[in-house]
């Protein structure tokens, strides 16, 4: 594995600003067919961190084992310093919020704010904290003025704010978002990418992308490559020259 950092492996030192560890993680669909491979990352609080790779290289399967959506075959994923079980998956989901690369996906109710609305509704919450979250959320991601639109109406840059915006209604401490730039419009983008700079002030990001400019604002950005971690930088211009020259 390539580093630039002079850490150990992967960031391995696990300490009390490392909100989610990996060790060892390994997963394959089916006995011939291995999709990750022996990987240990682990992601400091308050850090944007990009996964970047070839399609196939195993970035989206990754992201479902930090929330349980998926067992790893061998190794552990730990969140806050628990690992993530059967039992405890839906205490660990509460806390890692996931954003897939399409929206509609993730978009259930006819009107933004009952969308936005459900997940706090859902945890039980009283219909004030609940009008609260939504309010704050949709005002976070700048769409407050579509609230009572009809969700199928909203362009593909809105519905992908209002994804997100139905993860931040539950104040996860972690955000993981998987290709948020694609779809995006020339003008939207440069919101879109400022608006999940300005996520990491209060939250974990990890974000799957080979969007450039994406890359640049990363405090982190890993590689994978056939189910490996293949490198680890700290800086833009390395893996530019490391994946590209």
């Not at 560890?21 to 291995?34: C, H, P, V």
């Not at 944007?48 to 990754?62: D, Q």
């Not at 979250?133 to 005002?139: G, I, P």
């Not at 405090?219 to 020259?245: S, V």
């Amino acid at each position: 594995m390539i580093t630039n950092n002079g850490s150990d492996k992967n960031h391995r030192n696990f300490n009390t600003k490392n909100v989610l560890e990996i060790d060892n993680l390994s997963f394959q669909y089916t006995k011939s067919i291995k999709v990750l491979e022996d990987i240990s990352i682990s992601f400091r609080e308050k850090e944007l961190t990009l996964i970047a790779g070839p399609n196939g290289s195993g970035k989206t399967t990754l992201i479902k084992h930090f929330n349980g959506l998926l067992t790893p075959t061998e190794g552990i994923v730990r969140v806050f310093g628990h690992q993530v079980s059967s039992k405890n998956r839906r205490e660990i989901q509460k806390q890692i919020g996931v954003v897939f690369q399409n929206p509609d996906e993730q978009i259930f109710f006819p009107k933004v704010y009952d969308d936005v609305a459900f997940g706090p509704r859902n945890m039980h919450f009283s219909s004030e904290e609940v009008d609260l979250r939504v309010k704050a959320a949709l005002q976070d991601v700048q769409i407050e003025n579509l609230a009572e639109r009809i969700t199928f109406n909203l362009s593909f840059g809105e519905k992908k704010r209002l994804a997100l915006a139905g993860i931040l209604a539950m104040k996860p401490k972690i955000i993981v978002l998987d290709e948020p730039t694609i779809g995006i419009d020339p003008w939207s983008k440069p919101r879109l990418i400022d608006l999940i700079i300005h996520l990491k002030q209060n939250h974990t990001v990890i974000v799957i992308s080979h969007d450039f400019d994406m890359m640049k604002k990363a405090d982190r950005i890993l590689l994978l490559k056939k189910g490996k971690i293949f490198g680890d930088f700290n800086l833009y211009e390395d893996f530019y020259n490391q994946e590209f020259n």
